[in-house]
């Protein structure tokens, strides 16, 4: 038995029409724009993690198709309970470079203050959840986000997106089950990028896709094509549908790849063939996209040159801006732990800043404001 | 005697115990053929074959459970949590399980796992590439805790935690996993789990430390005798559990004047434990009370990490406290 891969543009840009979404040309330029965004965001992150300037980066290149339609096909009152390599889902909604950078160099301008490492984003008007790094806690959290939305009778759903890794933490059984239990207005999301680090997906499960998994727990799963933008949009867009129509949970699998490494720290030479890699670059989804646009007439050479020079003057200038800003100050370590402060942290607080200020401890002050 | 760093120590001690024992197994997330994430198991898997350096899915509480069984079956199963930051996944299999199959069975089902974990802050590893997690678990009766901070202990303890009938937290100090360097004997030795290490003598304060914070407390006392002549005597506990009380109250009894320097939380923390055990048994010898020099009571912080972790300036302040009183 083997698993359908819906796909709605083939690799030349052609379309099987029957499951193409009827999008408007100025949605379609968005999703395009947000991909490459994405990709820039990208090359800017690694370029500056092996300048030093940052002191880690996910690259998510390969799968821009995946975020960015997953999160196209809701709507803005949607939650998201994203993982770290989702980028394009806080770009789509909004994020500004500006404001993603600020977080990779943990300034003080920073929206989580610099507590995190880069790429565990949190941006709360878009209900883009804090990032965790570890794996597929988020996915329970999201079934009682939705279990939430459902009492209160919102109409709005929520989205969990998880790797192929992730789904083999009990953290992911007990989430769907409990999703299938209380028919919780959700989608859960997989991004299967084949490698959960140097582990490929036969090392991760022997079940024959990742989508079949959610007949057990009583509700649909399909299986899409990662790197095709349009079968991700009309998928998720499906499953929310039926969420949002009181219907329950739904899964969505798809496809992609993890063109670069796991993270700046990895290097998937040790445990993976490059002529996979190659395989993979021949099914770049912005290329695929690229095709379609053309298909459509909407794609012109200049429009491209446009959207890329547009995109990079865009984050060049974040980037500056960014450089100069300052990290946060040494008190803030203290705040957030609860919603105030108890004496005894308060203690301890004191304690290091009256150090601070005596200059009895000047190799922890150095550049940083107290 | 080969020089190794602590990460290479470490490797060294698994490739040894693997070829003398056949019942020894290691298991964790990318340890086969990526060599672990920080290499710790690297050409393991060639050497010893994939049944024997398994690759498992990504969930730790398979992985200690699984470990469990397979120590109940016989084997001697060295299971590796790739971040101890992720351990808590295998908490319930830990504490619950691991800790308390000899005993809740009446000696019937003894369950030796032996869990690698690198832990600790200094990586820029923010929040959750950084704990310390060891309060936690010697809290837990039934599991030894076990840190080494120079590379001949890493490989002659891990030998005795393999080799012992007992579960163990074998914690690696990631921080200094290559920087600190040291001679190491080729083959097969073991150093005793539960005796502390003089890793600097000394006689006016006693410093006590584990892992890397080892290295940061012989800083300063370097720094303490060359600056201020005060002499410092630095205490590498090495097995939090079971504890050395006996080496720990003669250096106490000796000095006088005791810093603790614990880069996990300060509340709850072992430095805590160390404290009341020190109070309640050596407080006729004291002449200044305990100073702890500890992290702060905050989730561990990226940017700030330098201003959150113990260093030789709080250490110093913290030896200037006890010797003024
Ligand atoms: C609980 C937990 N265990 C281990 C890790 C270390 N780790 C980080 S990412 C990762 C692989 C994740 O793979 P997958 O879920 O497929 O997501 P991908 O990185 O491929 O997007 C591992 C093992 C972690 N972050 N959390
Ligand atoms: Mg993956």
Redesign the pocket.
Known sequence: MTTEVLQVIRSDGSVQKKLEPTLSEEMLRKLYRTMVQVRALDEKGMLLQRTGKIGFY?P?GG?EASQVGAVAALDAGDWLFP???DPGMALWRGASFREMLAHEFGCAEDRSKGRQMPNHYAFREMKYVSIS?????QIPQAVGAAMAAKYRKTKEIVLTS????????GDFHCGMNFAGVYKAPIVFYC???????S?PLSG?TASESISVKAKAYGFPGVTVDGNDVLAVYSAVRQAADRARAGGGPSFVEALTY?MGP??SSDDPKRYRPAAEEEEWRQKDPIDRFRNYLKKQGIWTEAWEKETWDGVRADLNEATKQVEALGPPTISSMFDDVWSSIPPVLQEQKDSLIEYLKKGELKDLGGAFPL | MATLTLLQAVNDGLRTEMRRDDRVVCLG??IGINGG?FRATEGLQKEFGAERVIDTP?A?SGIIGTAIGMALYGLKPVPE???M??I??AFDQIVSELAKFRYRSGGQFPSPVVIRTPYGGGIKGGH?HSQSAEAYFCHTPGIQVVIPSTPHDAKGLLASAIRGEDPVLFMEPKRIYRSIKGEVPEGEYTVPIGKAAIARPGTQVTIVAWGSMTHIALEAAEKAQEEKGVSCEVLDLRSLVPLDKAALLESVKKTGRVVIVCEAPRTGGYAGELSAIIAEEAIDSMEAPIVRVTGFDTPFPYTLEHAYMPNTGRILKAIDTVVNF
């Open positions: 996910v998510s799968q993982t770290y390599r790094s570890p794996i597929a806690t998880m790797g192929d890794g992730g789904t083999s933490e991004q299967n990028n084949q490698w959960a680090i582990v991760q993890r796991h993270s | 997330e990318d994430v990504l730790e949590i790739q971040f930051d992720f808590y996944p959750y």
